[in-house]
């Protein structure tokens, strides 16, 4: 009788992990901020120089962020911070906002207004946006 009953578990078992879903490549979303500057007018060296370094250096003290690119073009820079996956990221908008804050006294004087960020979603199109 226990013999028949472990060869039952045991088949129930072999067929059951068959049937799982594995996925060689799992889609993996990490928690993304992009962060976009404008500067009507200003060149894409004066846009990185002015606008994207002090952003960037500021940026750099958030902790969880797994790597930050910038692209500067005339009038417009943005930064897009990419966090590690443990890291929440309501929390992380709230760092960028305080960081973009920060560096608003280094930034140029004629912005028309203070830079503006929004969390992404890679899969999709953009899912929110902020101030």
Known sequence: MTTLVM?????FGLFAYRSL????LPVVDFPTIQVNANLPGASPETMAASVATPLEREFS???GIKSMNSTSSQGQTSVTL???LNRDIDGAALDVQ???SATLGRLPSNMPS???FRKVNRRTSP?????
């Not at 060869?7 to 088949?11: G, I, Q, V, W």
């Open 7 to 11: 060869a039952s578990f045991t088949a």
């Open 114 to 116: 203070p830079p503006t």
């Open 98 to 100: 305080s960081a973009i």
């Open 61 to 63: 003290n958030i902790a």
């Open 82 to 84: 990419e966090f590690d």
């Open 127 to 131: 899912s929110s946006t902020s101030r």
């Open 21 to 24: 879903p594995v996925s060689d």
